[in-house]
């Protein structure tokens, strides 16, 4: 997928099917239309491009990162994402010109594809109906998606991002369409892990929202290829005080690469336990050997 940063670097595309929109998370709601962008453009011979926003416009707490969506929006067959730059002049653009100088002129769109509640241009003044109106005068087509629902929860980030805080694992996984996962590079720690026995890379998470403290059987995504491992989440309170930052570490099992600086995918299966305090390491050392079983017997 092509990645482009700022409006002033487009360049007009053929036929572009643009889908428009945060899309934070990817979520199943955001999957629906972008699918839909990448069928269409394919059917009318054109491309198929997203158009999204960074930061999130709204000053939300983003679910995932930027390099965390642009990844998932390229495994759906889009070939070009539009990163428009929410933090500088653009803010200002009213919604007129919005369609105007930038879907039309600059882009030149075959047609836009927008979920209902989809809000844009200045202090969210335009909406699905002027993009509807307006297609008239200009000449594009229009596609609107009504909201996605998972029984009678509506798939919202927000929700999404709620339920990951609550620890509640499988319940977000099904509004996302697939596992909970934390984008991270590998950062080097104190190496306690590897003195205990059981090695483990620390995680720097790319501003995304983490699950609560506590051990996960999860799921390694490196270069495209999947292990499986244990993931803790937690400030380490049998070593250090209790207000210590945040850490997330993963120990990969019959992995043995040297991964320093690389980027990982860590997805969540299972909870297996809470963070807690031990009496000493050997006590949290033999914990560490129960927590290890209980995930290898999940797998």
């Not at 199943?28 to 491309?47: D, M």
């Not at 965390?68 to 539009?82: N, P, T």
Request: charged share 25%; hydrophobic share 40%.
């Amino acid at each position: 997928m092509k990645i482009i940063y700022g409006i002033r670097k487009i360049k007009k595309f053929r036929r572009p099917v643009a889908a428009l929109g945060v899309f934070d998370g990817v979520h199943l709601g955001h999957r629906r239309i972008l699918e839909s962008v990448v069928r269409r453009a394919r059917r009318v011979k054109g491309t198929s491009l997203v158009l999204t926003f960074w930061p999130h416009p709204q000053g939300k707490e983003s679910l995932y990162s930027l390099a965390h969506r642009l990844r998932l929006i390229a495994e759906l067959g889009v070939e070009v994402c539009v990163v428009a730059d929410f933090g500088g002049s653009f803010r200002r653009v009213s919604a007129d010109d919005f369609i105007d100088k930038v879907l039309v002129k600059k882009i030149g769109v075959y047609a836009v594809h927008v979920g209902k509640n989809f809000r844009f241009g200045y202090r969210a003044s335009g909406d699905a109906a002027l993009l509807v109106s307006e297609a008239q005068k200009y000449g594009f087509k229009v596609r609107i998606f009504p909201v996605s629902r998972s029984g009678i929860i509506t798939v919202s980030s927000t929700a999404i991002r709620s339920l990951i805080k609550r620890s509640e694992i499988k319940k977000a996984e099904k509004l996302l369409g697939r596992r909970v996962s934390v984008l991270g590079t590998v950062v080097r720690g104190s190496r306690l892990g590897r003195l205990m026995g059981v090695p483990t890379a620390n995680i720097n998470p790319h501003h995304e929202v983490i699950p609560p403290p506590g051990i996960y059987a999860s799921r390694i995504v490196f270069y495209k290829k999947e292990y499986r491992g244990v993931c803790y989440i937690g400030r380490r309170p049998t070593i250090v005080s209790p207000d210590s930052p945040l850490r997330v570490e993963v120990n990969i099992f019959d992995f043995h690469k040297d991964i320093y600086g690389k980027v990982l995918e860590i997805q969540f299966v299972k909870m297996i336990r809470k963070d807690r305090k031990f009496k000493n390491l050997g006590e949290l050392s033999a914990q560490i050997g129960k927590d290890i079983a209980a995930c290898r017997k999940i797998y």
